[in-house]
């Protein structure tokens, strides 16, 4: 099933267990504006190249929209369609005063030069910038992209409309937030720490597998392994790895950072990246692509607990499959917003102008991840649901409340 109807099914799913009228869930799951341009940038060589870009504003009814942008050859505007609605639901699961919005680029980052890359965001930025805003539209990275990234859109930005930090969370430490780019990991480890405590459990001593060792998967493996877990694979694009013992990560932090790969690491042996997701562990934790979890891989996962720091890496009918074998989901709504938490928290300090310490903003994540568990346990007793609809009807029902309130439902 496609991004798209995989994100509108669940939805749907939440609205009914809402009791929504129809009038509500439609105006609610129609974007608020889709923005497609074509970037043409020289290359190093001398040739012109064009690429497409999108940003999808989803909705705007409890605030500003908020929402990465990813450079990916995959980036296609059903899939940056569902990312945004998804984003509209985490904010209102995270308790934060925003919207959603998803954006990106088909391109592969990879095949592009420094200079490229630089290139290409300046001329989307130049051809968004009317569209985002301090009080509109706040980017932020997600796949492919980092604090650099949002540095070049920021000045691009700045150039039309003056010096302007809080247009675009991620930014290096310089106007950005401390703790940003370890947040998503942070906050998936918090929310990990949540859910294993209902069950009595806690990371130390657990095994876990890991899929995509970027931002996301690197800082969560960092900590999981200061935590005492066990994190017996792990892959990314250049290959995957295992070690039964635990792998080192220190140690593999250090061997990417040398050769940009995960390869000829010695502290591990390599493995088929498709075994990876049905390896026996008892937490895996996909920190790559949606939609990796599908009716061809979900019966032969052997994992008890997925924690979903990808966007959507569930498809529905892997989502059935595994829940008839009693894995329990974390879904990514919620897992995964420890990133766009301490963006929050990055745009009110340019706002104010006052820096927090690292210390404050993990506290202030752990407080804002730990609340939003409780409330998902909330919904899935008074609905009788599963965490990714107590996640949804969490979500959906914030924003339902906040459009009735506006007067936009009709
Ligand atoms: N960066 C952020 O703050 C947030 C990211 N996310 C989600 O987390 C996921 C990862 O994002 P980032 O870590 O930021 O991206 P990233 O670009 O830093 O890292 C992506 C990683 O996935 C790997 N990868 C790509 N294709 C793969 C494949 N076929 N098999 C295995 N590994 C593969 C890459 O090699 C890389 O290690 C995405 O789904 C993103 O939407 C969600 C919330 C916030
Ligand atoms: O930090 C943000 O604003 C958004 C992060 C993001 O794209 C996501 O949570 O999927």
């Known amino acids: 099933m496609n991004a798209l109807a995989a994100t509108n099914r669940n939805f749907r799913l939440a609205s009914r267990l809402l009791g929504l009228d129809s009038k509500l869930e439609k105006s609610l799951l129609i974007p608020f504006r889709e923005i497609k341009v074509e970037c043409t940038i020289p290359k190093d060589d001398g040739t012109l190249a064009t690429y497409v870009g999108f940003r999808i504003q989803h909705d705007n009814a409890r605030g500003p929209m908020k929402g990465g942008i990813r450079y990916h050859p995959e980036v296609e505007p059903d899939e940056v369609n569902a990312l945004a609605q998804l984003m509209t639901w985490k904010t209102a699961v995270a308790a934060i005063p925003y919207g959603g919005a998803k954006g990106g680029i088909g391109c592969n980052p990879r095949d592009l030069s420094k200079s490229e890359l630089e290139r290409l965001t300046r001329v989307f930025t130049q051809k968004i910038h009317d569209l985002i805003g301090i009080h509109t539209d706040v980017p932020a990275p997600d796949m492919g992209t980092n604090a650099q990234t949002m540095a070049w859109i920021l000045d691009e930005y700045s150039k039309f409309h003056g010096h302007s930090p809080a247009v675009v969370t991620g930014k290096p430490i310089v106007s950005g937030s401390l703790g940003r780019e370890a947040a998503t990991g942070r906050g998936v480890v918090y929310a990990t720490e949540a859910l294993l405590a209902e069950y009595g459990k806690s990371i130390k001593g657990m095994t876990f597998v890991i899929q995509g060792f970027g931002n996301v998967g690197s800082w969560a493996s960092r900590l999981i392994h200061e935590k005492g877990g066990k994190v017996i694979a792990v892959s990314d694009i250049t290959g995957a790895l295992k070690n039964p013992n635990g792998i080192d990560i ?161």
């Open 250 to 410: 220190p140690e593999l932090l250090k061997h990417k950072e040398a050769t940009g790969s995960l390869k000829s690491f010695n502290g591990g042996d390599s493995m088929d990246p498709n075994e990876l997701l049905v390896h026996e562990c008892d937490v895996l934790i996909p920190c790559a692509l949606g939609g990796v979890l599908n009716r061809e891989n979900a019966a032969d996962v052997k994992a008890k607990f997925i924690i979903e720091a990808a966007n959507h890496p569930t498809d529905p009918e892997a989502d059935e499959i595994l829940s008839k074998k009693g894995v329990i989901i974390l879904p990514d709504i919620y897992a995964n917003a420890g990133g766009v938490t301490v963006s929050y928290f990055e745009w009110v300090q340019n706002i104010q102008g006052f820096m927090w310490d690292e210390e404050k903003v993990n506290q202030e994540l752990k407080k804002y991840m730990t609340k939003a568990f409780h409330n998902i346990k909330n919904m899935c007793q008074s609905h009788d649901c599963n965490l990714r609809m107590g996640a949804f009807t969490l979500g959906v029902n914030r924003v339902a409340r906040a459009t009735i309130l506006r007067g936009w439902e009709a």
